[in-house]
């Protein structure tokens, strides 16, 4: 076979293979995606296109209206809903923030021997589950006198962000070099000064991170909330819109779509943008040094 | 040498403690102290009306297992996990090949395929609810235009259907979790095995089941774990889906639980059902730290 031949195989197999991977990319793209992009061409769809069995369900046999928006934002609680999600998550990042920082330096930093199973142990607790511990959960919130009350999830939520951000920060802490703080102590800082104006400038863009994942998952959490808060103005979005939204057996399937499509777009748009970073901080907690 | 004092805030072992202690006195006051309560009321007879505590040794369980519905939930509890892990690890593989590779366009597929994760389930399942309903349903709508079915499946409806739209709806949600952390796991593969195995004359599928399945099983052993023990404990989807039902055809324990601690008000039965998760769990967790360490070792 001539070189030339051989040239033109290879080129072939390498356009066939993206070829591939294109189809695949826009394959998984539409499974993934395909009932917000169905959610986002309902919300704005009228009634007598949206309730025909026989019209098309992915475009608009009726001209497109935006009532059922507006009626999202105007006549329902869901923008109490959204405030209070912004709130409870507000809190519980910066509950979060003054637990775990503290926490995973002094077990990424402080060489103790305990240091790494202390550190997979407080990972450990990000497994045991809600459902677990909600009823006497719901128990000791009835007892603090926080029932419908946000306070009841800015109390608990950090259970279940402290564990993981920990191990993230571990990561993020232990990629800076040990030096930083070394020289730092002989500028005549001591040990907790060169944390707070050494390190901890270098591991901002780790702590937006922490901040970003720990607020999508108080976002996401459904069933302490569920048990703890059963009055409509005290309910963040992931109840509220679900619970609220539908009286009786009449769903305002417009709205529903709508609330999930502005709820679910800005979460994700941010998490992507941290995507690599929660990558590495999770491989980096692993690592020894 | 310094003359400054070597204060507290230089000694590391002081340190040490002071910085970790909060969070360990916060995790133990709220998980901690909240199990044992969860062990404690399992043996009690504390409904939400009538709070006080009283010992009733296994009575709460005995009821429980005279429960068909205990058993029945159970039983979708492992059909629910085991079907979900599988198909989850599996498309989480091949996410995961998608997200490290190279193409244009990268940063929306991305945004995209994140989407059922972030997410809050319960709205991205009430969308499902939609597209699941008995006469609206955008996919049987599709089916019925390809001529594949004459009449509407009532998938929520039907025991059988309603068992696997939540198994496909919990799949939908996690797998970009799993393909999240595969990646993380495909990453750390050096590249230059897969070039020295590409040297060598191995073509695509070769490589990927001679050389980088085989590197990045204890990763992928990781996200089956988390893939199960979310889904194993989880009880959103059923939930918002189905309310259990039909007549509890998808009751898992947790939703059982639920139903029967919080909304039928007999929290030592519900603690009693909630507590049958822990056993499994924590096989869960030890073998995720098996595979950890193996991950460690390499």
Same mark, same amino acid.
């Given at each position: 076979?001539?070189?030339? !031949?051989?040239?033109?195989?290879? /080129?072939?197999?390498?356009? !066939?293979?993206? +070829?591939?991977?294109?189809?695949?990319?826009?394959?998984?793209?539409?499974? +993934?995606?395909?009932?917000?992009?169905?959610?986002?061409?309902?919300?704005?769809?009228?009634?007598?296109?949206?309730?025909?069995?026989?019209?098309?369900?992915?475009?608009?046999?009726?001209?497109?209206?935006?009532?059922?928006?507006?009626?999202?934002?105007?006549?329902?609680?869901?923008?109490?809903?959204?405030?209070?999600?912004?709130?409870?998550?507000?809190?519980?990042?910066?509950?979060?923030?003054?637990?775990?920082?503290?926490? /995973?330096?002094?077990?990424?930093?402080?060489?103790?021997?305990?240091?790494?199973?202390?550190?997979?142990?407080?990972?450990?607790?990000?497994?045991?589950?809600?459902?677990?511990?909600?009823?006497?959960?719901?128990?000791?919130?009835? !007892?603090?006198?926080?029932?419908?009350?946000?306070?009841?999830?800015?109390?608990?939520?950090?259970?279940?962000?402290?564990?993981?951000?920990?191990?993230?920060?571990?990561?993020?802490?232990?990629?800076?070099?040990?030096?930083?703080?070394?020289?730092?102590?002989?500028?005549?800082?001591?040990?907790?000064?060169?944390?707070?104006?050494?390190?901890?400038?270098?591991?901002?863009?780790?702590?937006? /991170?922490?901040?970003?994942?720990?607020?999508?998952?108080?976002?996401?959490?459904?069933?302490?909330?569920?048990?703890?808060?059963?009055?409509?103005?005290?309910?963040?979005?992931?109840?509220?819109?679900?619970?609220?939204?539908?009286?009786?057996?009449?769903?305002?399937?417009?709205?529903?779509? /709508? !609330?999930?499509?502005?709820?679910?777009?800005?979460?994700?748009?941010?998490?992507?943008?941290?995507?690599?970073?929660?990558?590495?901080?999770?491989?980096?907690?692993?690592?020894?040094? | 040498?310094?003359?400054?004092?070597?204060?507290?805030?230089?000694?590391?072992?002081? #340190?040490?403690?002071?910085?970790?202690?909060?969070?360990?006195?916060?995790?133990?006051?709220?998980?901690?102290?909240?199990?044992?309560?969860?062990?404690?009321?399992?043996?009690?007879?504390?409904?939400?009306?009538?709070?006080?505590?009283?010992?009733v040794g296994f009575g709460n369980f005995t009821a429980v297992f005279d429960d068909g519905v205990f058993w029945r939930s159970l039983w979708n509890t492992l059909l629910f996990t085991g079907c979900s892990m599988v198909l989850i690890v599996v498309f989480g593989k091949i996410l995961a090949n998608l997200l490290i590779a190279d193409f244009h366009g990268k940063w929306l597929v991305r945004f995209l395929i994140l989407?059922?994760?972030?997410?809050?389930?319960?709205?991205?399942?009430?969308?499902?609810?939609?597209? #699941?309903?008995?006469?609206?349903?955008?996919?049987?709508?599709?089916?019925?235009?390809?001529?594949?079915?004459?009449?509407?499946?009532?998938?929520?409806?039907?025991?059988?259907?309603?068992?696997?739209?939540?198994?496909?709806?919990?799949?939908?949600?996690?797998?970009?979790?799993?393909?999240?952390?595969?990646?993380?796991?495909?990453?750390?593969?050096?590249?230059?095995?897969?070039?020295?195995?590409?040297?060598?004359?191995?073509?695509?599928?070769?490589?990927?089941?001679?050389?980088?399945?085989?590197?990045?099983?204890?990763?992928?052993?990781?996200?089956?774990?988390?893939?199960?023990?979310?889904?194993?404990?989880?009880?959103?989807?059923?939930?918002?889906?189905?309310?259990?039902?039909?007549?509890?055809?998808?009751?898992?324990?947790?939703?059982?639980?639920?139903?029967?601690?919080?909304?039928?008000?007999?929290?030592?039965?519900?603690?009693?059902?909630?507590?049958?998760?822990?056993?499994? #769990? #924590?096989?869960?967790?030890?073998?995720?730290?098996?595979?950890?360490?193996?991950?460690?070792?390499?």
């Amino acid at each position: 076979m001539t070189n030339e !031949a051989l040239r033109r195989r290879y /080129a072939r197999r390498h356009v !066939a293979a993206r +070829c591939g991977l294109y189809a695949a990319a826009v394959l998984s793209a539409l499974v +993934c995606a395909l009932p917000f992009l169905w959610s986002l061409v309902s919300a704005f769809k009228q009634n007598r296109d949206l309730y025909d069995p026989e019209s098309n369900p992915f475009a608009f046999n009726e001209p497109a209206t935006p009532d059922h928006v507006t009626f999202l934002f105007a006549d329902t609680p869901f923008p109490t809903f959204v405030l209070n999600t912004l709130l409870v998550g507000g809190a519980v990042v910066l509950l979060t923030l003054a637990l775990a920082l503290p926490a /995973a330096y002094s077990l990424a930093r402080l060489n103790r021997p305990w240091g790494t199973p202390m550190g997979i142990a407080i990972f450990l607790v990000y497994l045991v589950p809600p459902s677990l511990l909600f009823l006497s959960l719901t128990r000791v919130v009835v !007892a603090l006198g926080l029932e419908d009350s946000l306070w009841s999830m800015i109390v608990v939520y950090p259970t279940i962000t402290v564990p993981v951000s920990v191990w993230l920060l571990i990561g993020f802490l232990k990629a800076v070099p040990t030096d930083i703080e070394e020289q730092a102590m002989v500028d005549g800082h001591s040990r907790l000064g060169a944390f707070v104006r050494a390190v901890l400038p270098l591991v901002f863009p780790g702590l937006v /991170a922490v901040v970003v994942f720990s607020f999508t998952l108080t976002a996401s959490e459904f069933v302490y909330a569920l048990a703890f808060v059963s009055s409509s103005p005290e309910m963040v979005v992931s109840t509220g819109v679900p619970t609220q939204l539908i009286r009786g057996d009449v769903f305002f399937w417009q709205s529903l779509q /709508a !609330a999930t499509v502005v709820t679910a777009v800005p979460i994700a748009f941010l998490f992507n943008l941290f995507l690599d970073r929660f990558v590495t901080g999770f491989t980096m907690g692993a690592v020894k040094t | 040498m310094s003359a400054r004092r070597a204060g507290l805030a230089d000694r590391d072992g002081f #340190l040490a403690w002071v910085m970790l202690l909060p969070s360990v006195i916060y995790i133990l006051a709220l998980v901690g102290v909240p199990f044992l309560l969860a062990v404690a009321f399992a043996f009690s007879d504390v409904t939400t009306g009538d709070p006080s505590y009283d010992f009733v040794g296994f009575g709460n369980f005995t009821a429980v297992f005279d429960d068909g519905v205990f058993w029945r939930s159970l039983w979708n509890t492992l059909l629910f996990t085991g079907c979900s892990m599988v198909l989850i690890v599996v498309f989480g593989k091949i996410l995961a090949n998608l997200l490290i590779a190279d193409f244009h366009g990268k940063w929306l597929v991305r945004f995209l395929i994140l989407l059922p994760w972030t997410t809050p389930v319960a709205l991205s399942t009430i969308s499902w609810l939609w597209f #699941l309903d008995s006469i609206y349903s955008p996919v049987d709508w599709t089916l019925r235009h390809l001529g594949l079915i004459d009449q509407n499946v009532v998938w929520l409806g039907d025991p059988n259907t309603a068992m696997l739209s939540v198994i496909l709806v919990q799949t939908w949600r996690l797998t970009p979790l799993a393909a999240v952390i595969v990646m993380a796991g495909l990453v750390a593969i050096p590249r230059d095995i897969d070039e020295a195995a590409r040297i060598d004359g191995a073509g695509f599928w070769r490589r990927m089941f001679e050389v980088t399945i085989p590197l990045s099983l204890p990763v992928i052993a990781v996200a089956a774990l988390f893939g199960a023990i979310m889904t194993f404990t989880d009880m959103t989807v059923s939930y918002v889906l189905t309310r259990g039902g039909p007549t509890h055809a998808t009751d898992v324990l947790a939703s059982w639980a639920y139903f029967r601690g919080i909304e039928g008000g007999d929290v030592g039965q519900g603690a009693a059902i909630a507590l049958f998760l822990f056993p499994i #769990l #924590l096989a869960g967790v030890v073998a995720i730290l098996r595979a950890v360490r193996r991950l460690e070792a390499r």
